[in-house]
């Protein structure tokens, strides 16, 4: 069993679409991490958060602690939005991540 | 951008061979790490330093060694490489302040034949 489980492993969106993609974790993390890997691409990092709601754009992260859950919303999903989202706990340890295998998400204009 | 920078970007090996990636910073950050990523799994720990020869060992870690004699620079070796170590590695590094996010660096594309 993965300690990070992320849903939907794949998704398939219209332009403008509202879309949310999320995360779990069984371990006690610190804080939960967002990362967006383009096709072929590096790993840019989306938010880091540890409590309540983040938003950068078009783009905003929730993190319940009690729950040990998180998700990524898109408002108004572009094409330039494709990619795989993968969210990462940090331990308690403050050390090391683990990571989610990985939401892969396409766009259609 | 936190300037790093892997080599090679792309190689291809035999069976056996000796193969070094290296990972180079330029913020003098302490924490740095080296993942695998393969399709099915997520970013997966092989090894990371906590300073210059402060090294700890990752879930994957068998088969592979690393080093890091100066701040900038973290070397992960490939002793003896089999074709199961085919993978994408990336290097990560942590900044020492702020909220600990990662950032990666562009990846190694590493064939094993």
């Known amino acids: 069993k993965n300690e990070v489980e992320q849903s939907p492993q794949n998704l398939t969106a219209q332009e403008g679409e509202f879309i949310t993609i999320n995360c779990s974790y069984s371990v006690g993390i610190s804080a939960l991490h967002w990362l967006q890997q383009h096709p072929g691409g590096g790993i840019v990092s989306l938010f880091m958060?540890?409590?309540g709601k983040k938003k950068h754009g078009r783009l905003i992260a929730t993190i319940n602690i009690q729950e040990k859950h998180s998700s990524l919303h898109i408002t108004a999903s572009h094409p330039r939005d494709s990619a795989v989202y993968i969210c990462a706990a940090l331990l308690n340890t403050g050390n090391q991540f683990y990571f989610g295998t990985g939401t892969s998400l396409t766009v259609i204009p | 951008d936190a300037g790093i920078t892997q080599s090679p970007r792309h190689k291809v090996t035999e069976t056996g061979t000796p193969v070094t990636l290296r990972c180079h910073q330029t913020e003098n950050h302490r924490y740095m790490y080296w993942y695998r990523q393969d399709p099915g799994h997520g970013l997966r720990l092989i090894h990371y330093s906590y300073g210059v020869k402060d090294t700890d060992k990752g879930e994957v870690s068998d088969g592979y060694s690393v080093s890091r004699s100066k701040t900038e620079d973290f070397l992960l070796t490939l002793e003896s490489a089999t074709s199961s170590q085919t993978s994408v590695y990336f290097c990560a590094i942590t900044p020492d302040r702020g909220q600990r996010e990662q950032y990666f660096g562009p990846g190694t594309r590493l064939t094993v034949t």
């Open positions: 958060l540890s409590s």
